[in-house]
């Protein structure tokens, strides 16, 4: 008797499709093809140390940080992939100063753009932590016989039409969302296959982690002092102390939250006075993920998903995760 019981991420995608009525497949064949990049990406990432890829690219990205050569890679990869896919006329990513727009070939006409952090927590990468792919889907607003423009990539967050992000850990796993829940597929490696292992992935109201760098401590603001305080208090009703965890991999730390419950912080610091994190491809993409799943993420004042993004690479504070808990830091930060 066969045992085949997998819905694969392509099953799923086109099941998907059918939800909407005038959906005409495009977005489902752009996300077939991030699925594919994906793992091109995995694959690198579980051989190296084997072959010439860890390590310094020699170049920095447009933030002046040192580039990894699987930033690189990766970045590569998104890129020809998205091209091919036909569906998506335009790519924004940390690794490239200015908007990559796809002129040449029938990817023009694409409706879709796609802004990107192909390699997230790259620094660790030498070390053999866990790293992540980020990524956001937006319809262009710009004409379809037209080129895209940078206005295509600076929407809210709200008009994300899918986002995900790609968790290459002891597993690879690809988390997203279409605006309807989020699922989450567990890469098999035996025969090369996204498979459906996380359907309809909610996030506890509260939980007992929190998740900051807290080498900065001296410069937080007075408000997340206080929280994390809070945090470590004696308290045996509410589990308190927490425990402090923090990877360093912002998917690996949200992702590890986003099941288990707990708080993610990335406050203003002397280092980053606005964050380290960046809006249009970190924050967005995370956010949508947890509000779909249930959770909050904010900068302090604002729902990150509300935020209008000026530039590309605009940084911003995030705190996200467990309703319960987003709201108790809101309160302290005043
Ligand atoms: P990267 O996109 O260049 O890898 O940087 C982003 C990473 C996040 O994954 C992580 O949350 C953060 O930087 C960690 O920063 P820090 O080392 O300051 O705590
Ligand atoms: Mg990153």
Redesign the pocket.
């Given at each position: 008797m066969s045992s085949y019981n997998i819905t694969s991420l392509n099953d799923f995608i086109i099941r998907k499709q059918k939800d909407f009525p005038y959906a005409r497949g495009e977005l489902s064949s752009l996300l077939h093809h991030i699925g594919t990049a994906a793992k091109m990406v995995n694959a690198k990432i579980r051989r190296a140390g084997l072959v010439e890829i860890i390590g310094n690219s020699g170049e920095e990205n447009p933030q002046g940080?040192q580039q990894q050569k699987l930033d690189r890679y990766a970045d590569e990869v998104f890129i020809d992939a998205l091209e091919a896919s036909g569906e998506c006329c335009g790519f924004a990513s940390?690794e490239n100063q200015r908007e990559v727009i796809f002129t040449e070939t029938f990817a023009s006409k694409g409706k879709y753009v796609v802004c990107m952090?192909p390699l997230?927590?790259?620094?660790n990468i030498d070390y053999n932590v866990s790293v992540g792919s980020i990524f956001s889907i937006y319809r262009r607003i710009s004409e379809r016989e037209s080129e895209a423009g940078i206005g295509d990539f600076l929407q809210e967050g709200d008009k994300q039409v899918a986002a995900g992000y790609v968790i290459y850990g002891s597993s690879a796993m690809l988390v997203y969302s279409t605006g309807n829940g989020v699922n989450g597929f567990t890469l098999d490696p035996t025969i090369g296959e996204f498979c459906l292992s996380h359907p309809n992935m909610s996030t506890p109201s509260s939980g007992n982690i929190y998740s900051i760098?807290e080498g900065n401590y001296i410069r937080f603001p007075e408000g997340v002092k206080k929280y994390i305080k809070y945090c470590q208090e004696h308290d045996p009703d509410t589990g308190r102390p927490y425990s402090s965890r923090y990877i360093?991999?912002?998917?690996s730390?949200v992702h590890r939250n986003l099941l288990k419950g707990g708080i993610f912080l990335?406050p203003p610091s002397v280092s980053y006075p606005n964050g380290?994190?960046r809006l249009v491809y970190?924050c967005n993409p995370i956010s949508f993920i947890i509000e779909q799943a249930g959770g909050r993420a904010f900068d302090g004042n604002r729902r990150i998903l509300s935020i209008t993004p000026e530039s590309l690479h605009q940084r911003c504070p995030l705190y996200c995760g467990s309703t319960e808990m987003t709201e108790r830091l809101e309160k302290m930060l005043g």
């Open positions: 940080e940390e952090d997230d927590g790259s620094s760098n360093g991999s912002l998917v730390d990335y380290k994190l970190e």
